[in-house]
């Protein structure tokens, strides 16, 4: 903890300043508050000590100063007898105590190990939220990627409800929490309830609570999920899953923010921001009765839809090198990497399960391979038959596509050295003699050719 001191008074300075160091402190002192303003300029301190009356600056408007450019530190007064009023008036405006005249030892020990307690816990929690950010940072660089970080940082800060929605593992709750994250209720509790896992009677004591006695087995009073969120934010998962008449109830709590416990009459008040988010098109559900109208407007104020992972090809090199870092990392192993035909597959491929089910598959590859290089040989069964299926019907295809798929001229060059030879391999039956002849090259080549696009796998 760096400590400064500003006093006119130099023996009130150094007598600081020794008492500080002797408790192992680093501690500075300026004779005004001007000189103190230059060295707040040059270094970074996270206590000061500031005299009320300086002969260059009122203390209370220096406090003022010190806290409008530097916020994060903390201001302990120094005031003489005539002016203990004024000190006592500067903790309003930000000061964390004051000391009065002549110093007593014991008190500023006392300050400085509490501010040392409260900085501590200060800096864990950031800590604590850089953390949280960091694993919930979008990964992804593509264009609808972008979009999507821009809308969020720029709804993130205001209060106003969002409505998720996209396919299954697409990054619906990882974008909720970064949300959250980015919030001004991020020192608030995120609280999630999923609407479909649980069944629909015990669902309303789980948002709302309950009493004691309320039914049976209710032995005491239990806090609901709504109440618990208050002044933070509510994720209602899978709303699309809701029961029809819990929606009515959810309604209404949302139209007025109250509500009671189960079994009580005590009217509870809940400040919270709704997050929702589903897999379901809503308003199809309105149509099919399944979900009310009126619920749908009140959820949401502002749509967000994350792309499926197949619309954003683009980024599943960065999300590959990103999960495979990660899961090296909690596996405690050292960092692997991808060769570039699996990487192709990966790219092919259409990931129905989107980016949970490439995470998970590279989870499992990692941990299953004694290699540092994954490899097509380490890919599950069925990505390698969908690529193979897909290229057997699709050789084609594959080849006009090419110039839409933004490769640079090199990339594009292979992609369709690839699938030509594999079209000529199809169509010479795999008689690597005839195919090199075909297409005017040695065998010897061909075999190198075969080996390093892996089209050993497309046989039947
Ligand atoms: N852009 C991304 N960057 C990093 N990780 C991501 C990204 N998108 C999703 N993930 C991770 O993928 C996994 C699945 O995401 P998440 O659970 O948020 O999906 P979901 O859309 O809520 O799924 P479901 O509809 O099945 O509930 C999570 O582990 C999440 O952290």
């Known amino acids: 903890m760096k400590i400064l001191i500003i006093d006119d008074e130099i023996n009130i300075c150094t007598t600081i300043q020794s008492i500080l160091t002797d408790e192992g402190y680093e501690a500075e002192y300026a004779l005004s508050f001007n000189e103190g303003m230059k060295k707040l300029k040059h270094e970074i301190f996270d206590v000061i000590f500031l005299d009320i009356w300086l002969p260059d600056h009122d203390g209370s408007e220096g406090l003022h100063k010190i806290k409008k450019y530097f916020p994060e530190t903390e201001v302990i007064m120094i005031s003489g007898h005539g002016n203990i009023e004024n000190a006592v008036e500067t903790i309003k405006y930000g000061a964390y105590d004051y000391l009065e005249k002549p110093l007593s030892l014991d008190r500023i020990i006392l300050i400085i190990k509490h501010l040392e307690d409260k900085l501590k816990l200060k800096s864990d929690l950031k800590e604590y939220k850089f953390n949280l950010l960091k694993k919930?940072?979008?990964?992804?660089?593509?264009?609808?990627?972008?979009?999507?970080?821009?809308?969020?940082?720029?709804?993130?800060?205001?209060?106003?409800?969002?409505?998720?929605?996209?396919?299954?593992?697409?990054?619906?709750?990882?974008?909720?929490?970064?949300?959250?994250?980015?919030?001004?209720?991020?020192?608030?509790?995120?609280?999630?309830?999923?609407?479909?896992?649980?069944?629909?009677?015990?669902?309303?004591?789980?948002?709302?609570?309950?009493?004691?006695?309320?039914?049976?087995?209710?032995?005491?009073?239990?806090?609901?999920?709504?109440?618990?969120?208050?002044?933070?934010?509510?994720?209602?998962?899978?709303?699309?899953?809701?029961?029809?008449?819990?929606?009515?109830?959810?309604?209404?709590?949302?139209?007025?923010?109250?509500?009671?416990?189960?079994?009580?009459?005590?009217?509870?008040?809940?400040?919270?921001?709704?997050?929702?988010?589903?897999?379901?098109?809503?308003?199809?559900?309105?149509?099919?009765?399944?979900?009310?109208?009126?619920?749908?407007?009140?959820?949401?104020?502002?749509?967000?839809?994350?792309?499926?992972?197949?619309?954003?090809?683009?980024?599943?090199?960065?999300?590959?090198?990103?999960?495979?870092?990660?899961?090296?990392?909690?596996?405690?192993?050292?960092?692997?990497?991808?060769?570039?035909?699996?990487?192709?597959?990966?790219?092919?491929?259409?990931?129905?399960?989107?980016?949970?089910?490439?995470?998970?598959?590279?989870?499992?590859?990692?941990?299953?391979?004694?290699n540092d290089i994954l490899t097509v040989k380490d890919a599950p069964e069925f990505i390698m038959k969908n690529f193979a299926s897909n290229n057997k019907k699709d050789v084609e295809k594959e080849m006009e596509t090419i110039i839409y798929r933004n490769d640079n001229l090199k990339k594009a060059k292979e992609r369709f050295e690839k699938y030509y030879i594999l079209k000529t391999l199809q169509n010479k039956k795999w008689n690597v003699s005839q195919s090199a002849k075909y297409l005017g090259i040695e065998r010897t080549y061909l075999h190198k050719k075969i080996k390093d696009y892996s089209l050993d796998q497309f046989r039947d």
């Open 136 to 370: 919930y940072e979008l990964i992804g660089t593509s264009e609808p990627v972008k979009q999507l970080k821009s809308r969020i940082e720029k709804i993130a800060p205001t209060n106003a409800w969002v409505l998720i929605t996209g396919e299954n593992g697409t990054g619906k709750e990882h974008v909720a929490r970064l949300i959250h994250l980015l919030s001004k209720k991020s020192n608030n509790k995120f609280v999630e309830i999923n609407c479909s896992a649980i069944p629909s009677e015990l669902m309303e004591s789980e948002m709302f609570g309950y009493e004691k006695g309320a039914f049976t087995g209710a032995a005491n009073r239990k806090i609901g999920k709504l109440e618990s969120g208050n002044k933070g934010t509510i994720f209602l998962d899978e709303i699309g899953d809701m029961d029809i008449n819990l929606q009515a109830k959810l309604l209404r709590v949302l139209e007025t923010g109250e509500f009671t416990r189960v079994g009580g009459n005590e009217v509870i008040r809940s400040d919270f921001r709704i997050i929702s988010a589903t897999n379901k098109d809503l308003e199809k559900e309105i149509d099919r009765n399944n979900f009310r109208e009126d619920l749908y407007y009140r959820i949401n104020v502002i749509p967000i839809y994350v792309p499926p992972l197949r619309k954003r090809k683009d980024d599943i090199p960065l999300l590959t090198n990103y999960f495979i870092k990660e899961s090296c990392q909690t596996n405690g192993l050292q960092i692997k990497k991808i060769d570039k035909n699996l990487m192709d597959i990966f790219m092919e491929y259409t990931w129905p399960g989107n980016v949970r089910q490439l995470k998970n598959i590279i989870e499992r590859m990692v941990v299953l391979t004694e």
